[in-house]
């Protein structure tokens, strides 16, 4: 028997609130990261007059921050024309982005858990198997930086159409139907015509939101092989097909008509410096992870190789083939297992190392990954092992709420990390003390909240991280020494920043080019032009 309607609104009602309860704190933060040169310094998302190039794709031929990605551009600029640049908006979008995810979520996993646990068995009610496993999406840790960061929302929004595609999909392929059945809930022409046009705009949207969209096609394969193989193929042909076309169509335009030259983006190069050093350093990379996702206790806006210290490639080998060996029989004994096996696995490729990326590793790439574990989560508490009412069964599913509890304190205070620059990179810092970049940006973010004498040292600290060859840490350096009063010294730092690099130069070119934020090209013209005369005798 299905749950009732009232039933599967109250579940939804109960996902949604205790999630937006959750990442409440994030409403009241600041712009960090990227979403400083993105929302405050960029033009781009607050002019009106770029809204026909973002729908019509035409962005994807011009040099601006994110032109590949559209669908996430277009989310942007809609946040800025309500919002301007308070922030609290764009924090609204991506946390309702997120609650509407963690629903999807659930939607997925009641799809695949139909059978011995539905509404009629003892998992009736709210805290069901499909539950809990969107609870571990909804309040795990490394979801915090995709949430709290507007820059970062891409992640969201190719989890919102990938999940909206495979709940679409699977729709009448329950996924404990027999091997052999052919009673498979009969659908119209037109009503199997509608699921495959919504796959196909999915597949679009999630691949205009992010490269990483490329996953919805071989997922929706996947699905179809472990459970829609009883289902007439006029769906799962043509939307599997269809959503393939989409995505190669876009992926080709995308590097067709990028910018031969980009102000904005220089040239990856390869993890560690070549592709044999990145494959020796990826394995460390997934390791890290598979603790993140354990056992989140080191979490960091700026991963640095010291940050795979306890993970040496041996160690993380080991690891990696427990993990391997664990998904595989899994797999063998529970289909379910083996989608979320494939979910976690194609979601990582598109961000591993193989070919360069500018971020080797981070917390966003992990948001879709999660999806799966909560399905291996749901699965798990679902499966005919634990006795129907028995206590084994409570106990399970009272170690799973309290594990989601624990979740949930950690997701709480890693909002706090990402409230400000200053807690960010004081974090970041502290998890990565040689970190030039995390030293840069707290220097500036200190100063930035009139702490002076903290941000000198902290930018001296970072001068120092750079091995002096950073022009930009010696100009920040000198615009702080210079506010202090001792112009001879900042004069001095700006030669160095200058030596460094002469862009600097031209600070209304750095800001041009999102390297730079506009308080701080002021800052550095004004000591620019007092250069000149300080040199005079």
């Known amino acids: 028997m299905a749950a009732s309607p009232g039933g599967r609104w109250a579940t939804i009602g109960l996902l949604a609130a205790a999630t937006f309860l959750v990442f409440m704190p994030a409403l009241t933060g600041d712009f960090v990261y990227d979403s400083r040169l993105q929302v405050l310094t960029d033009p781009f998302l607050h002019d009106a007059a770029n809204w026909p190039a973002v729908l019509s794709g035409r962005v994807l031929g011009m040099d601006v921050l994110d032109f590949n990605r559209p669908a996430m551009l277009a989310s942007l600029m809609l946040d800025a024309a309500i919002w301007g640049k308070n922030p609290f908006g764009y924090h609204l ?29 003892p998992d009736a009610g709210l805290l069901t198997p499909a539950v809990i496993g969107a609870f571990v999406f909804a309040v795990h840790p490394v979801v915090t930086e995709t949430v709290c960061e507007p820059s970062y929302r891409e992640d ?48 679009l949207l999630a691949v205009a939101s992010k490269e990483s969209g490329v996953v919805l096609p071989p997922l929706l394969l996947v699905a179809w092989g472990l459970f829609g193989r009883n289902e007439p193929r006029r769906f799962w042909a043509p939307a599997i097909g269809g959503t393939a076309l989409v995505v190669v169509a876009f992926l080709a335009a995308r590097f067709l008509l990028e910018p031969a030259e980009s102000r904005i983006f220089g040239k990856p190069v390869p993890l560690g410096g070549s592709l044999q050093a990145a494959l020796a350093i990826q394995p460390r990379i997934l390791a890290l992870d598979a603790q993140l996702i354990l056992w989140p206790f080191n979490q960091s806006a700026d991963y640095q190789l010291s940050s795979l210290d306890h993970l040496p490639l041996p160690r993380s080998i080991l690891i990696l083939a427990l993990l391997t060996a664990a998904l595989a029989w ?35 790439y992990l948001y879709l990954p999660l999806v799966g574990v909560a399905t291996i989560v749901a699965s798990l508490l679902d499966r005919p092992w634990w006795p129907e009412r028995s206590a084994a069964r409570r106990r399970a599913m009272v170690a799973a709420m309290a594990t989601v509890a624990f979740l949930a304190v950690a997701c709480i205070r890693r909002e706090a990390v990402w409230h400000d620059p200053v807690a960010l990179w004081q974090d970041a810092l502290r998890k990565a003390p040689k970190s030039f970049t995390a030293a840069w940006g707290l220097g500036e973010a200190l100063f930035d909240t009139g702490r002076p004498k903290e941000a000198e040292r902290i930018a001296r600290e970072a001068v120092k991280l750079s091995g002096g060859e950073d022009g930009g840490a010696w100009a920040t350096l000198a615009v702080i020494v210079a506010d202090q009063g001792r112009m001879a010294e900042a004069q001095s730092h700006l030669s160095r920043a200058l030596a460094a690099d002469p862009l600097l130069a031209d600070p209304d070119q750095r800001v041009a080019s999102l390297a730079m934020e506009r308080p701080w090209a002021e800052r550095l013209k004004r000591l620019l032009a007092a250069k000149p005369a300080a040199a005079s005798p």
Do not use: K, Y
């Not at 997925?108 to 539905?118: H, N």
């Not at 899994?330 to 979320?340: E, K, L, N, Q, T």
């Open 93 to 121: 979008t991506s946390v309702l982005l997120h609650v509407l995810n963690v629903v999807l979520v659930w939607l997925l996993l009641d799809r695949l858990l139909v059978g011995r646990t539905g509404a009629s068995g």
């Open 330 to 364: 899994g797999a063998r004994h529970d289909r379910r297992i083996g989608f979320a096996a494939a979910l976690i696995v194609l979601s990582i490729l598109p961000v591993a190392n193989l070919w360069p990326i500018f971020q080797p590793a981070a917390d966003r």
């Open 156 to 203: 969201l929004l190719v989890a919102t159409f990938t999940l909206a595609a495979l709940v679409i999909a699977l729709a009448l392929a329950p996924s404990r139907a027999p091997a052999n059945s052919r009673d498979v809930t009969a659908e119209s022409a037109t009503g199997t015509a509608w699921r495959v046009a919504a796959c196909v705009g999915c597949a």
